[in-house]
Nanobody
Framework: VQLQASGGGLVQAGGSLRLSCIVS????????MGWSRQAPGNEREFVAA????????FYRNSVKGRFTISRDRAKNTVYLQMDSLKPEDTAVYYC????????????????WGRGTQVTVSS
């Protein structure tokens, strides 16, 4: 299984970006697809996730109401729509997959793609 993320860039505060992640191959059943981010000097943190089984979604509190995770099953693609971006959203964003069923624990995600940089200017 390989993950290929794209869509990062530079945007002003209040703007929007949409990240995409193409999932090549199929992880085991009941897997979770998500996004993590890491800002300079900080640890990686959970951002959002969606369950393959029922499309239920999960978000960290600071992005609720601003970010939306979704998937296109036919295209094997996961999206992260980011609206009302803030400078504190600046980070490298990673597409991630958990075959263990964990949602919020970033270190339990066992498949990681290469990151894409998101920079939000004030």
């Amino acid at each position: 299984v390989q993950l290929q993320a794209s869509g990062g860039g530079l945007v002003q505060a209040g703007g929007s970006l949409r990240l995409s992640c193409i999932v090549s191959g199929r992880p085991s059943s009941n897997y979770v697809m998500g996004w993590s981010r890491q800002a300079p000097g900080n640890e990686r943190e959970f951002v959002a996730a969606i369950k393959e089984s029922d499309n239920s979604t999960f978000y960290r509190n600071s992005v609720k109401g601003r970010f939306t995770i979704s998937r296109d099953r036919a295209k094997n693609t996961v999206y992260l729509q980011m609206d009302s971006l803030k400078p504190e959203d600046t980070a490298v964003y990673y597409c991630i997959v958990s075959t263990t069923g964990y949602v919020y624990l970033v270190n339990r995600y066992d498949i990681w793609g290469r990151g894409t940089q998101v920079t939000v200017s004030s």
